[in-house]
């Protein structure tokens, strides 16, 4: 993922809207794409992977979207919950090691 | 199922001092990493381990910083002497393979004076 440096982009979004948080890469051999969610006080927590042969997975409430023309992941909440206001970080995997986005603070309204 | 455990959650010093962080990793997870996070600098890779292998330490900031692993139940890094700008979160996580998700500990939050 790219870093986005000191600015953390924030997402405002009314409980139970959709949300869509985007997450650019810059490595074209990068084959495996983690989205993390991390909450104030613990270690990001995996929530969604998907893998370069793939260009949609979903899992419960949430889907990835894949578009390795542009080098553009997407991870869409539905639904989302007061529980779901996080920072969220994309990463993706060339080799052995993760590269991470700098995050997107997803607030929800109630 | 036990995560990632690290200790201790928080640590308070004074520059100069010697600081030492404990990981244990999931157990069966051939792979360790340990990070750094900081507002400025976001998520870090300092160094990861494969079955207690160091494979790559490019991340390891400068000759102050160390870290081992002496069997795979157990790593720590180590920061000797201490300086105030060695302040940030690390984490530690490990995983099954290299291409399966990495699992956090809840981190060391650590200040240096």
């Known amino acids: 993922g790219e870093s986005v440096g000191l600015h953390l982009p924030t997402l405002s979004v009314q409980e139970g809207d959709n949300s869509i948080i985007n997450c650019a890469y810059s490595?074209?051999?990068?084959?495996?794409f983690i989205w993390y969610k991390q909450e104030s006080g613990k270690g990001p927590q995996f929530i969604i992977d998907i893998r370069s042969n793939m260009d949609k997975r979903q899992g419960q409430r949430v889907t990835v979207l894949l578009n390795k023309t542009v080098k553009h992941l997407s991870l869409q909440i539905a639904a989302t919950q007061p529980g779901d206001s996080a920072v969220y970080f994309c990463?993706?995997?060339?080799?052995?090691?993760?590269?991470f986005g700098g995050g997107t603070r997803l607030m929800v309204k109630p | 199922d036990a995560g990632v455990i690290q200790s201790p959650r928080h640590e308070v010093t004074e520059m100069g001092q010697e600081v030492t962080l404990r990981c244990k990793p999931i157990s069966g997870h051939d792979y360790l990493f340990w990070y750094r996070q900081t507002m400025m600098r976001g998520l870090e890779l300092l160094i990861y381990?494969?079955?207690?292998?160091?494979?790559?330490d490019s991340g390891m900031p400068e000759d102050r910083f160390s870290a081992k692993m002496p069997n795979a139940s157990f790593s720590t890094l180590k920061i000797q002497p201490s300086e105030p700008r060695d302040s940030a979160v690390y984490f530690c996580?490990?995983?099954?393979?290299?291409?399966?998700?990495?699992?956090f500990g809840d981190g060391t939050r650590l200040s240096i004076l």
């Open positions: 990463a993706d995997n060339a080799g052995n090691m993760l590269t």
């Open positions: 996580a490990s995983s099954e393979t290299a291409n399966q998700p990495q699992h």
């Open positions: 381990f494969n079955n207690n292998v160091p494979i790559d």
């Open positions: 490595n074209s051999a990068s084959d495996y």
